[in-house]
């Protein structure tokens, strides 16, 4: 109970903070929505005299695409490795240091909050742009399990992208400037994470090996849940079992740099 008030105490000073900044979020997300036309028309001409593109018609992709643009308001990481590596690189670490706060379980409460503000506020131009492309859409019947299965891998999605950018901000222990880190691997995640394109249309043995990459699982493995690119449950529960142990190596890789950039870290300024 006193690590739930700690830590919701965290929480409920995110969600102010985040409420603060709302419009940032809700400018950013109607901003997508251009993004979002633009691949409209893209997939649009993709699909001119195609039926079907990897087994699927036009409206699964656009429907598809839709679920990652909110998908990525909800679960995604924006700019937590930069803060951390401000923090480290300010010195502002170091009242971490000193009292009895878990430095991951403070950026997490933070994490949470800032998605639940961005999140919900994403869908505001969403619904306004509805009736533009609510034709466009079609999602598969909503069973039990592909909604339980869906929720953890949203979950699951979140807690490996946190942790995954929490791991690049530590890396501000050992450099000076960590943006190169952060741009290749934002790199790499939209190529096989699935935001460019689904990732089922790459060759079977590129899609075979990239299902054990961790990029996959980070924003196109949820969405494949919830918009029937996933088709059974035996397949998402695959999925669910390599994406937890991604999290887990994840979450072991931050406890080793946490340990290791400390021996290294001297307490200046804060």
Request: proline fraction near 4%; charge should be positive.
């Amino acid at each position: 109970m006193s690590l739930f008030r700690k830590y919701g105490h965290v929480f409920a000073v995110g969600l102010q903070s985040a409420l603060v900044y709302r419009w940032n979020f809700f400018i950013r997300g109607s901003f997508s929505l251009v993004h979002l036309c633009l691949i409209f028309i893209l997939w649009g001409a993709a699909f001119s005299g195609v039926d079907q593109m990897g087994g699927f018609d036009v409206r699964q992709t656009l429907t598809y695409f839709i679920v990652v643009l909110a998908l990525q308001f909800m679960v995604g990481a924006f700019n937590e490795d930069y803060q951390i590596g401000e923090e480290i690189r300010n010195g502002l670490i170091n009242q971490f240091l000193l009292k009895p706060v878990n430095y991951f379980g403070y950026r997490l409460s933070l994490f949470a909050s800032a998605r639940l503000v961005s999140g919900l506020l994403v869908f505001v131009p969403l619904l306004a742009a509805s009736p533009w492309f609510r034709d466009q859409l079609t999602f598969p019947a909503l069973e039990p399990w592909r909604l339980s299965a869906g929720l953890a891998a949203m979950v699951l999605a979140a807690a490996l992208q946190f942790t995954i950018a929490f791991c690049f901000g530590l890396l501000a222990f050992w450099f000076l400037e960590i943006q190169g880190f952060v741009i290749l691997s934002y790199a790499i995640e939209t190529c096989l994470g699935g935001s460019l394109f689904p990732l089922d249309l790459l060759p079977r043995g590129v899609f075979v090996v990239a299902q054990y990459l961790p990029f996959p699982y980070q924003m196109y493995f949820p969405a494949a849940i919830l918009t029937g690119r996933i088709a059974t449950p035996e397949e998402a529960t695959r999925g669910l079992a390599i994406q937890a142990a991604w999290v887990v190596i994840a979450m072991i890789g931050a406890r080793l740099l946490w340990a290791g950039g400390l021996r290294k870290h001297t307490a200046v300024g804060g």
